[in-house]
């Protein structure tokens, strides 16, 4: 689209990503699949092992080291099938969860359990 009082269209400039392993990253191949090895013993999911790794072992991304994403990794690697996204499986866990479901009508705050008792 262009802009409203200027004589070009906005042109984003599309985002730099990586295809080679950053040069000051020391970690090989072996050791990040034994971190990973070890996180899904510890039974974390895919996220959490994502911002692990990025946060304490300075990995920025697990492609460019291993070639694979981190659930291709996992599925190979540890031999663990991951059926359902971690979003999905989330909602799932939330519907089935009783006490997600069960909303307090009294306060003076809660508009929708007053409203709408069954919403959840």
């Keep these: 689209m262009s802009r409203t009082?200027?004589?070009r269209k906005n042109r984003l400039t599309t985002p730099i990503y990586r295809e080679e392993?950053?040069?000051w990253l020391n970690v090989n191949e072996d050791e990040v699949k034994s971190i990973i090895t070890n996180l899904v013993n510890k039974?974390?999911?895919l996220s959490e092992i994502g911002i692990i790794l990025r946060d304490d072992h300075g990995i920025?991304?697990?492609k460019l080291i291993?070639?694979?994403n981190l659930k291709k990794?996992?599925?190979e690697d540890c031999g663990i099938r991951i059926d359902f996204p971690e979003d999905l499986r989330d909602l799932i866990t939330r519907a089935l969860n009783p006490s997600f479901?069960?909303?307090p009508t009294t306060g003076s705050t809660n508009q929708i359990g007053k409203l709408c008792p069954g919403f959840l």
Aim: hydrophobic residues 25%.
């Design 60 to 62: 920025p991304d697990i």
């Design 101 to 103: 479901r069960v909303l």
């Design 73 to 75: 990794t996992i599925e």
């Design 43 to 45: 039974k974390r999911s």
């Design 66 to 68: 291993t070639g694979k």
């Design 5 to 7: 009082n200027a004589r």
């Design 21 to 23: 392993r950053p040069e």
